[in-house]
C-alpha cells in the first residue's frame, strides 16, 4: 500500500501534527531516562536524540491513544543496547568515562545527598537501574515496565526490590569512599535532606 | 518478665522495620528528585530543530 489517496494524506498530515505535539512533550522524559541509562549528559542526549527520530520515523506503527511515553521509552531502550552492543568494545571506557562525569559532577549548590545517589545508582547493575528508574521515577506501573524491558512483570518486581535493598546497602555500608567520607554519610545526607523537605511542605 | 521481653523483641523489630521503611522513602524521594530535575531542565534547541527537519523531509518527500 504505498499509494495514498488525497484524503489519505490530509488525515496522515493531522495526524502527524498532533503526533509530533506529543513527541515534543515527551522530551523531557526521553532525556532524562536516557540521562540515567548512559549516566553521561552528552550520550544521553544523543540517545534521547536518536530515540525521537525513530519514534518520528515509526509513527505510522503508532497506534494514537495507546501509551505513548512507554512506546517511546521502550524505542529509547532498544536503541540504547543496540548502540552498546554495536560498540561493546567502548563499553568499559564509556562506563570509566560516566563514573568520572558523575564524580566530576561536584556542584557546589547540588546537594551532596543527590551526588551521592547519582554515584550509587550508576554502581547498579544495568537492568537493575532501569526497573528502578521506571518504577521509581518514571511513574510507570511494573506491568507498563515490564512491556518496556521485554521481560516478566514478577523479573520487574524482584529486579526493583534487589535495586532498592543494593542502592540502600551502598548508601548505608560504605561500599565505597568519597574524599575520606565513608557512604555511611551519604544515608545520613539523604535522611537529612528527606527530613527537610517533608518539614518545609 | 518473659512477656516483657517478648514486647521489647517486638518494639526492636518494628522500629527497625521503621527505620528502614523511612529510608526506602527518603531513597524514593531522592529518586524522583534526580529524574525530575532533568525532566525540568530546558529542552535544548537541537531537539526541536532535529524534528522539525525530519517533518519537513517528510512532507516535501511525500
Redesign the interface.
Known sequence: MLATSPAKHIHDTLGDEEFKRELVALIPHLRAFARTLTGNPTSADDLAQDAMLKAWDARGSYQMGTHMKAWTFMILRNQFYSDRRRSWRQVQLDQEAAERTLVAIDDPASPLALDELRLALAMLPLEQREALILVGAGGFAYEEAAAICECAVGTVKSRVSRARRALQAILDGGAYERDGKSAGDAMAAILADAERLSSAR | MIEQQRTKDYDTISSLADD?R????????????????????P??E???D??RD??KR??EG?
Open positions: 528502614a523511612m529510608r526506602q522513602q527518603a531513597i524514593g524521594v531522592r529518586l524522583r528528585q534526580l529524574f525530575d530535575d532533568v525532566v525540568n531542565e529542552v535544548p537541537e531537539f526541536l532535529i524534528l525530519a517533518d517528510s512532507t511525500s
